[in-house]
């Protein structure tokens, strides 16, 4: 079973650009999640989709963050502009629907902003 | 919401030593309760988790943890520290917003193994 991918691996960027980053989940999988990782910190919920609905995006800056979930399969994560502070890692994880399902994980985009 | 709080941010330990890593839950519903491990430049993957079933839960690598109600606790333990178990260790809570699951973590502990 193909896990969740994730692109780019890193990404450079200077403050005030813009940057993407794109997930593929699980084959199946309803709910997507994008977590951002800020370094020495446990992963914080950006926002959850069930299919391609958003169900979560109370911590999501909406003022320069912005995530769509296209046919309920693949995701794109948008920073524009992007902050010093935005510098972390990105998960994307999927699962099915349900509580108490496992979340499945790629292996995250690390963003530094320079 | 519910939350999640890990104790000590770092842990080390002797190669052969016991490793216990603690998670304290706050939840006002039976929580369901998972521990991930995150090893250098790699995504989140799944220990072991705990959905009301046997309180005692086994995991991959010989990790298990034991769901304690009137501790509120979750705690990870392995008899014999690898060298290989030397990652990071997150604990999180399934919390329920209506019929959507958040999953919530706690900050993590670091894992160091010592020869």
């Known amino acids: 079973e193909a896990g969740v991918a994730q692109s780019p691996r890193y990404k450079i960027i200077e403050k005030r650009q813009s940057v993407a980053f794109w997930c593929n989940p699980i084959s199946g999988h309803a709910t997507l999640y994008w977590y951002q990782q800020i370094l020495g910190q446990g992963p914080k919920l950006l926002i959850q989709f069930q299919n391609n609905g958003v169900v979560d995006d109370s911590q999501l800056p909406k003022d320069r963050f912005s995530a769509e979930r296209l046919k309920g399969v693949d995701s794109t994560l948008k920073i524009q502009p992007a902050k010093l502070e935005d510098s972390a890692v990105y998960l994307c994880?999927?699962?099915?629907?349900?509580?108490?399902?496992?979340?499945?994980f790629g292996q995250g985009t690390r963003l530094t902003v320079v | 919401a519910q939350s999640v709080t890990q104790l000590g941010s770092h842990v080390s330990v002797s190669e052969g030593a016991l490793v216990l890593l603690r998670c304290n839950y706050s939840?006002?519903?039976?929580?369901?309760l998972f521990w991930y491990v995150q090893y250098p430049n790699q995504g989140l993957q799944l220990l072991l988790k705990?959905?009301?079933?046997?309180?005692l839960v086994k995991g991959i690598n010989d990790f298990e943890a034991e769901f304690k109600k009137s501790e509120t606790s979750f705690h990870l333990t392995k008899p014999s520290a690898h060298m290989s178990d030397a990652a990071e260790f997150f604990c999180a809570v399934s919390d329920s917003g209506g019929s959507n699951y958040k999953l919530t973590f706690g900050k993590g502990t670091l894992l160091t193994v010592n020869p």
């Open positions: 994880a999927s699962s099915l629907r349900g509580r108490g399902t496992e979340a499945f």
């Open positions: 939840s006002s519903v039976p929580p369901y």
């Open positions: 705990y959905t009301s079933a046997a309180t």
